[in-house]
């Protein structure tokens, strides 16, 4: 990592020519909270933010202040930026956008009919593809408004980070018509002959269309594209017109990981893929790592010092320890002599009043001894059971590092900020904040 160059999460906040930022990777590795830390970061700085975020957990939209965060962009409250600071949030609903579309460019009649097309519902709910389409489609809708100097958005949650690039095309190809019209030209011809070549197309198409099939299709797929004839080309347009936006100066993409394989290859990947589309990487956000104030201690010794205390024996014991112990236990019976004097003496009282005094002595000592060595034995175990934790800590902290040099490695240009593990989830404000500090401070282990 002493190659890693440090990701100056500030100056990309404070930057004015910076309008997008974007926060991709695999699943699961913290692109949400993320995303919201920076706009909240961003928005306490000055900048007038809005984050575009993919079905939040709840505890996020809570964190935020809002108790249920829809397709309309919500100020959030407690967030107060200098010189005008604002922070929006929004979570995309995927059929409302495609609802939007079309009632923006289809005139109401026909508007109301395809909305109510069995084909267009399936569709705009379920198509493999739609969500990263519409996740595209309504960051240009809120770039054009140009409300906000800084949108933030988290990308969908796709099996493979790739599909945030590739799921616009492909649905965009689709909806651009070719398809569909090769579809529909058995129903012009009709008859046996065409319901024939229409189920041979059919035959191609999988996912959700596949569940379509049925009696009132071929009715259904008439009416939706007789509907939707005149915007077929303009979905394929838009998807374009939003790719070249991710291309241009103004965006930053950030790529999320955590600092296990999977997710550092996915990252990987990803960052080879923004290069080849010629998009601008900003760095990589490194979250969830884990490190520790006494890795001076290796997990070697951890391990070899609880042994050591589990066996009953002293760690890293001196051979030249025995001869202090043997005059210190020469010193102590010395002084138990002294004490058996006035030790007779209560004696003597106790056998005057009927009280045996080696049992009372015997029962005295072998309650201290007991008293002690119970303690003892405590206090051991105690101590191996946190010697093993740490070593289990440091074998951790040894496997990220191992991982993040083999990511360095491959691409030592890419700039990393670290965020460090923390004991819980972020369910407040303050938690962005703190998670917004660690980003900006983040620094590359070793530099």
Not at 338 to 355: L, N, S
Request: net charge negative.
């Amino acid at each position: 990592m002493d190659a890693a160059p440090r990701l100056p999460v500030d100056r990309l906040l404070d930057d004015r020519g910076t309008r997008i930022i974007v926060c991709c990777g695999a699943g699961g590795v913290g692109k949400t909270t993320t995303a919201a830390a920076l706009g909240v970061r961003a928005a306490e700085r000055g900048r007038k933010v809005v984050v575009l975020t993919i079905d939040p957990a709840r505890r996020l939209a809570q964190s935020m202040g809002i108790d249920s965060l829809d397709n309309t962009p919500r100020r959030v409250k407690g967030v107060d930026g200098v010189g005008g600071g604002e922070l929006h949030a929004m979570m995309l609903d995927m059929k409302r956008t495609f609802d939007e579309i079309v009632e923006g460019h289809a005139d109401a009649e026909r508007a109301e009919a395809i909305l109510a097309n069995p084909f267009y519902q399936s569709l705009s709910a379920g198509f493999a593809g739609t969500q990263e389409y519409m996740a595209m489609e309504k960051l240009g809708q809120l770039r054009a408004r140009d409300d906000w100097d800084l949108i933030v958005v988290d990308t969908p949650p796709s099996r493979s980070a790739l599909d945030f690039l590739d799921a616009p095309k492909r649905l965009g190809s689709f909806l651009d018509g070719k398809f569909i019209r090769v579809l529909m030209a058995p129903a012009k011809v009709g008859g046996r002959a065409g319901m024939k070549f229409l189920n041979v197309g059919m035959s191609l198409m999988t996912g959700t269309l596949s569940k379509l099939m049925g009696a009132s299709l071929l009715k259904d797929v008439q009416t939706f594209v007789a509907a939707m004839d005149t915007m077929f080309g303009g979905f394929r347009t838009r998807a374009d017109a939003t790719f070249r936006l991710l291309q241009a100066p103004g965006t930053a993409f950030l790529v999320v990981a955590a600092p296990e394989p999977d997710a550092l290859r996915e990252a990987a990947y990803f960052v080879e893929r923004l290069a080849a589309e010629k998009m601008p990487l900003a760095g990589l956000v490194l979250n969830r790592v884990h490190g520790s104030g006494a890795d001076q201690l290796s997990a070697e010794r951890a391990l070899a010092a609880a042994e050591n205390l589990e066996e009953g024996c002293i760690v890293d014991q001196e051979p030249g320890n025995a001869g202090l112990r043997d005059s210190a236990a020469e010193a102590d019976a010395a002084d138990a002599g002294a004490r058996d004097g006035g030790a007779d003496t209560d004696a003597d009282t106790d056998a005057d009043a009927g009280v045996d005094p080696d049992a009372y002595a015997d029962a005295g000592a072998y309650a201290d001894a007991g008293a002690y060595a119970d303690a003892d034995a405590d206090v051991d175990e105690i101590t191996a059971g946190l010697l093993r934790l740490h070593a289990e800590r440091m074998q951790v902290i040894a496997r990220e590092q191992r991982t993040r040099d083999r990511f360095t490695s491959l691409h030592p240009e890419v700039a990393v900020a670290e965020v460090a593990a923390l004991p819980g989830d972020v369910h407040d404000l303050a938690g962005l904040r703190a998670i917004g500090e660690r980003l900006a401070a983040g620094v590359p282990a070793g530099a």
